[in-house]
């Protein structure tokens, strides 16, 4: 079973607010990803990492930032959320050397009023 | 550049029903090709995963055969249930190890 963890489920915030979305996993993964999906849209990678100090942009330009400071937090921050944001924010960590089988959180709702 | 494309829902079938979802890519090399499923109110999950040409994944009933010859790697099982309802995600991971997802497909199976 997989064991990571995304919090809030739902957030509702005001534009202008700096927000923070948590994610945690307990395996020990060093591969870790950020993952944002449109209801009917593919997904778009946002972020990665393969490690701790290690960051990379994904696919999608995205004016969120992440951290790796632990091998098991990989937090994903927005500065100034905007409406444009409004959207599901999905992390995922993988086991293997290749990442072939990701395990995803269960993603966070995020809608900027 | 490396991308998927699935067949486009909603989908909706009656049980016992034969499911079949498209897909196809197109990538450079010879990239790893998933199926990942999401049941409501659930993370993604794998289902299924073929690493070469000609593999087979398999896995819950559900099938799918990575043909290299037609860039597709399309989903089918013989005979769903209710219990299948979900999102399923056509998925390839190239040589850089990060994974690009198509859109989606939407299945409703009806009592």
């Known amino acids: 079973e997989a064991d990571i963890y995304q919090t809030p489920r739902y957030l509702v915030i005001g534009t202008g607010k700096k927000i923070t979305l948590e994610c945690s996993q307990t395996m020990g993964h060093d591969k870790m990803y950020w993952y944002q999906q449109d209801p009917g849209m593919e997904l778009h990678l946002i972020h990665y990492?393969?490690?701790?100090?290690?960051?990379e942009k994904g696919d999608l330009s995205s004016e969120s930032t992440v951290s790796r400071i632990r091998t098991e937090h990989f937090p994903l921050t927005l500065e100034s959320a905007r409406p444009s944001h409004t959207s599901q924010y999905l992390c995922a960590s993988s086991e293997s050397y290749r990442g072939e089988k990701l395990f995803f959180g269960s993603g966070t709702q995020l809608s900027v009023l | 550049g490396n991308s998927v494309t699935q067949m486009e829902g909603p989908v909706t079938l009656s049980e016992e029903a034969f499911l079949t979802i498209n897909c196809t890519y197109t990538a450079t090399g010879y990239p790893s090709l998933f199926w990942y499923v999401q049941y409501p109110g659930e993370g993604l999950q794998l289902l299924l995963k073929?690493?070469?040409?000609?593999d087979k994944g398999s896995n819950k009933g559900f099938e799918a055969t990575y043909r290299k010859e037609t860039t597709s790697f399309h989903l089918e099982k013989g005979s769903v249930q209710v219990s299948d309802s979900a999102v399923y995600f056509c998925a390839l991971m190239p040589n850089d190890y990060k994974l690009s997802f198509g859109a989606g497909t939407t299945v409703t199976v009806r009592a």
């Open positions: 990492s393969y490690g701790v100090n290690s960051t």
């Open positions: 073929a690493t070469k040409a000609d």
